[in-house]
Every structure is written in C-alpha cells, then in structure tokens.
C-alpha cells in the first residue's frame, strides 16, 4: 500500500550513510510501489552540486548497495528523476529561502538529519525559523544521540524548541530489523510463551551482536565512542527491552516505549566484575584496533561483555548476558532465551540436555528456532536428542521471494505514516545514557585496560570466563 505523497529533505545526502542505506532504502520502497509517484527526495548538504550531480550520485550509490536482483535501469531512471539537490549553510539566509519554495505545501514533509549531531539543533532552528518545518512537519535522527547523558538532554532541549516529541524520530535501525519486529509478534500474538516468560522458568538471556568488520574509516569516531556507546546504549538495550518489557495494552507507540523504559528503569548498576572489555589486536590481514584508530594509546574497547541484572519481579534471579564486538569470529546478532532444565527428569541424563531454548537469528539467516528435546528416532530405546523446530525467514515468508527488506526501508516509511512505534523516545534515550554513564565513568576512574584479543575469535577469554564461572556458556561463534 502506497503512502502519501511526501518531500523527504535529506541533510548529510552526499555522506556515507545517505549512499549506503537511506538512498538505496527509498528506492527499494519506489521499486516495490510504496514510494509513492509524486513523492520527492531533496539531497542537502554543505558541497555546491548541481541537480544533475547529485543525480549521479544517487545512480551511483544505488548500482554499489542495490542487489542486482532489485536494480531496474527504468525504475532507478524514474526514482532519480524525483530526486533534486540544494547546497546549504546554516548562515546563509537565501539557501533556506531557496529550500523553503522547493518544498511543496500539501504534501507531508520529513527532515532527515544524517549528519554529526552537533548540527541538529542549528539546522532545527532554521527548518524553524525560515517557516519552512510545520507542526505535521517529521524529523528523523540518526544516532549518536549524544555521548552521554547531559550531551542528551541537551539535544533533546535543543530540538524541543523546534520540533514537538510527536514529530520527532529517533533512529535506532536495529528496531526496524524483521526479525526484531518478530520477536514482539511472537512475544505477544502467542499464548504458548507468556507463561513461561520469567525467572521461574527462563536461566538467562544472552545477545549477541558480532561483527566481523574493524573500525578502519570510521576510528576517529569509534574511539570517542567504543562499544558500550557505540551499541550497548542503544542496539543491545533496545534488544533486551524488547525481551524484558511488560505485554503494553495495545500496539502503540507510547505504551510501548513506556514499557520499554520501565525496563531501562529497572535496570541494575553493573559491579566491575560484571564487565569484560576488549581490543583486537593485528593480524596477518588486518591491523590491530590501535592502528585502525590511530591512537597507539587507546584504552577504548572493540569489545564487551557485560552481566546485566534487572530489578523487578518478572526478571530478579535472570541475568542477561550481553557481548558485542569488532573483528570477531563471525557476523552474527542473535537472542538466545535459555530455559531451565525440566525440574525432574525421567529418563537417563546420558542424553541430550532437558532444557530448551529460543534462538532468534537476527542476522545473517533471520529467523528463529525453538529446541526441543525429543526421542531419538530408531530401534534404539529412549535415547534423547535436541532437535530445533526451525523457522527461516527468508524461506517461510520473504516477501520478495527471499529478499529481507532493509531495516531502513521499514523505518522510512513508518515515519511517512507516522507510526513512532519502531522509534526511541526521549526519555527512553536519557534513561538508558543514565544507566550507561556510571559503568563508563567506574572504568575510566579505575583506570581499565581492555583486553587483547585475537581477530577471528568470540573475543577476550575473560568474557567467556564471565559465564563460566556461573555454570554457563555462550552459544559458539567460532
Ligand atoms: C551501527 C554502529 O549503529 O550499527 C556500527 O555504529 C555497527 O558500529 C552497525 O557496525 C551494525 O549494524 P548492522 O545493521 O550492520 O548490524
């Protein structure tokens, strides 16, 4: 189903994410007819290009991050023609005059800041003050959403002035991931789980985002930042909200992000021996984190594993264990939700193990599988196996034919319909940097060193050693 016609002003158009993600999403959507005809997208940024340039940019960025599959010559002709270009800066009062007669009246107007944060509340006073946002104006923003949390209050402070919290939209892309969209489905459109879906019944939770790829390009920034900031603040807590929060009464955005800021709220201090930080060091291949962030002296972490403990009375006695770093083994995001063992067991232990799990795949392979413990198939006698009831995405439901859209496809669009559901709130945000800060500010005061830890690998041994001695394990990476 189409949505309104709209101009979407994309700040930050010629930047790195606008090409790889933002651009190539829009299309996508104008592919699958979404993206309605009189729909256009408005490229701004600081460089002087013509229309024409920026054109070729966008066909550019669509041939390198579009799949062959998806790239239509005609179709790319028919979207580049909607999209035009206009060079800005905040001081020059004609280019907002300029801006303001290329953006139609009855249309829905969005505003997407794909650019360093430090510009939001500037570009967001003059959308303001040159008339050209309105109150059913949409701004979109990207993350980081500050470094921590008076740097994110200040934002928040900053676009208040110009912008409303209903119009505004807080990007965090993993909540526009399929699979994470799922995980509420299966959560709360089954009668099977919520029973089971507490300490009694759950040991752990354990989320894992890996990554293979370094820091290189992006290690001025990373090292400002590290993993804590970089995807615990935002990606992993938003993953472990969505597990951890109350049913919300209806589908909708507030209830939604209320419940998911009690959780953030309930959260506990994390004590030192709770965390386990790490840096690759070089291989063959590829440099070492140091390099990469040309900082010999780094004592910022490519890596961490934290134990994360929720004060409330569906999760008291349930840690969840949370790791995400650079360089690592594999790319793989998943959720585990481990169950307990059966309280007594009737057959032999010599089996497979009694308790059961969820998996849900993120990426790569979304989907999700259930182990079950069933008997072994044969002549054999009770023996036990695990055997997972398997779901693949990709094969059940790709929607065009295996093809998983892109996070960003979702979110665009949502925020063309204005659903905040997938979107973070305000005090979503501040609540989770409160919560963030004191871990930052106990390992910077103590003076922590990360780990070393060899590319290829599921990180440091300490973060191993971190479920190990509670009688756990992660799931293999290697
Ligand atoms: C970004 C982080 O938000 O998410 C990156 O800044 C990270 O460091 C990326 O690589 C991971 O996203 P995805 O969708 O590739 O898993």
Redesign the pocket.
């Known amino acids: 189903i189409p949505v309104d016609p709209f101009d979407l002003v994309l700040f930050g158009a010629t930047g790195d994410l606008a090409r790889r993600k933002i651009l190539p999403s829009l299309y996508r959507r104008f592919l699958a007819g979404q993206m309605p005809e009189e729909a256009r997208v408005i490229g701004a940024a600081r460089s002087e290009l013509s229309d024409d340039d920026f054109r070729d940019l966008v066909r550019e960025a669509l041939k390198e991050f579009v799949s062959e599959k998806a790239f239509d010559a005609d179709t790319v002709e028919t979207f580049v023609e909607r999209c035009s270009y206009i060079a800005v800066d905040a001081k020059d009062d004609a280019c907002w005059q300029q801006l303001k007669s290329m953006i139609r009246d009855d249309v829905i107007k969005a505003f997407y800041f794909s650019v360093a944060p430090s510009i939001f509340g500037p570009l967001a006073e003059r959308l303001r003050d040159h008339g050209i946002a309105c109150e059913n104006s949409r701004l979109i923003v990207e ?2 959403f500050g470094t921590d949390l008076e740097t994110a209050r200040k934002l928040n402070d900053k676009l208040a002035t110009s912008f409303g919290e209903s119009q505004i939209y807080r990007i ?3 909540l526009g ?1 399929e699979t994470v969209q799922n995980l509420m489905a299966v959560r709360f459109a089954n009668v099977l789980f919520e029973p089971l879906w507490n300490e009694r019944f759950i040991d752990h939770v354990q989320i894992t ?1 890996a ?1 293979t ?1 370094g ?1 290189g390009g ?1 290690g001025s ?2 090292d400002t ?1 590290g993993a804590m900031r ?2 615990v603040q ?2 992993l807590m938003q993953l472990l909200c969505l597990i951890a929060m109350e049913p919300p009464n209806q589908f909708e955005a507030d209830r939604l992000r209320d419940e998911k800021l009690k959780v953030i709220r309930a959260l506990d201090p994390i004590p030192p021996e709770d965390i386990v930080r790490g840096q690759y060091k070089a291989s063959k291949e590829n440099p070492s984190y140091a390099e990469d962030a040309e900082n010999p002296d780094s004592l910022t972490e490519s890596f961490i594993a934290l134990k994360v403990g929720i004060s409330n009375w569906r999760w008291k006695h349930t840690p969840f264990y949370l790791r995400t770093g ?1 360089r690592m083994a594999r ?1 793989m ?1 998943e959720i585990v939700v481990q169950f307990k063992e059966t309280p007594h067991s009737i057959f032999d232990r010599d089996g497979a193990s009694r308790a059961n799990s969820l998996t849900i795949r ?2 790569p392979d979304e989907g999700m599988d259930l182990s079950l413990t069933i008997k072994e198939p044969g002549p054999g006698g009770m023996r036990l196996v695990n055997m997972p009831l398997d779901m693949s995405f990709a094969d059940a439901l790709g929607p065009r034919g295996g093809e998983i859209p892109d ?1 960003y496809e979702r979110l665009i669009m949502d925020v063309i319909r204005g659903d905040q559901t997938l979107f973070m709130r305000g005090d979503e945000v501040e609540a989770a940097w409160s919560w963030t800060d004191p871990v930052i500010a106990g390992w910077e005061e103590r003076g922590d060193k990360p780990h070393p830890y060899s590319q290829g690998t599921s990180g440091p041994e300490a973060a191993l050693m971190l479920m190990h001695r509670d009688g756990r394990r992660w799931r293999d990476l290697e």
């Open positions: 993350k980081p965090d892309h993993f991931k985002v990554e790829v820091v992006r920034y990373y930042s970089d995807m935002n990606h650079k790319r995001s993120l990426q996070a």
